[in-house]
């Protein structure tokens, strides 16, 4: 069964300082994506990628946050400047660009993220 | 905007025994899924649902999507340990934007 890899699985890391999440979608997949979930509320959605550009983002994905795919296999979510808010598990999804599938996100175990 | 309402938002059963949770949308609804998650292995599709009054069964568990599209339920059958987990339903808002309910965590008691 395809699945959808996350590294770390957990960091901690000092308020203020750069952390960058990877993600590594199912290899067919075109479309990707990042949700959070703050421990105790509901899973929320971050930003979708598609064709190297992002094509929808939240009101919680500002200026410190930033996504790219470096080559080709890599989906990878940075926070500048990280905020004792931004402590979270941090989930990417990918799906299919047609078919049965387009619909259905496949998401990966998570990253938790702690800042300190 | 557009919320997810769950009930319980806990429940404790006897293995065997079966159990439904429900999901409420404050709007209708223009398709409906349903994911489980366990700690550490992220969040896992169970099931989609399109169209008023559709019903889905995989295994013992089977979800439906009412004829309104404004609510849905998951029913386990015969409940087992390996149902315990957290269940929750999702409704797209397009362009693979998904809102969550607040889950409804289960445990099954052997």
């Known amino acids: 069964e395809p699945e959808v890899t996350q590294t770390p699985s957990h960091q901690v890391t000092q308020m203020g300082q750069e952390v960058i999440l990877r993600c590594v979608p199912i290899?067919?997949?075109?479309?990707f994506y990042w949700y959070r979930q703050i421990l105790g509320q509901k899973v929320e959605f971050l930003v979708s990628?598609?064709?190297?550009?992002?094509?929808?983002k939240s009101e919680i994905f500002d200026d410190q946050f930033s996504v790219e795919r470096p080559d080709g296999s890599n989906f990878t979510l940075k926070i500048r400047s990280t905020k004792l808010e931004d402590s979270a598990m941090y989930f990417c999804a990918s799906s299919e660009a047609r078919g049965p599938g387009a619909n259905v996100l496949t998401f990966g175990a998570g990253s938790r993220l702690t800042v300190l | 905007s557009q919320e997810l309402e769950q009930s319980p938002q806990s429940l404790i059963v006897q293995e065997g025994k079966n159990l439904t949770i429900n999901c409420t949308s404050s709007?209708?609804?223009?398709?409906l899924y349903w994911y489980k998650q366990k700690y550490g292995e992220g969040l896992i599709f169970l099931m989609m649902?399109?169209?008023?009054?559709e019903e889905k069964s995989h295994e013992k568990i089977t979800a439906k999507l009412d004829e309104k599209k404004q609510q849905s339920s998951l029913h386990i059958t015969a409940s087992q340990p390996s149902h315990a987990g957290i269940y929750l339903c999702?409704?797209?808002?397009?362009?693979?934007?998904?809102?969550f309910g607040q889950g409804t965590e289960l445990s099954v008691k052997p």
């Open positions: 709007k209708t609804l223009y398709g």
């Open positions: 290899s067919n997949h075109l479309y």
């Open positions: 999702g409704a797209p808002l397009g362009g693979g934007k998904l809102i």
């Open positions: 990628f598609y064709n190297n550009e992002i094509s929808e």
């Open positions: 649902l399109q169209k008023g009054g």
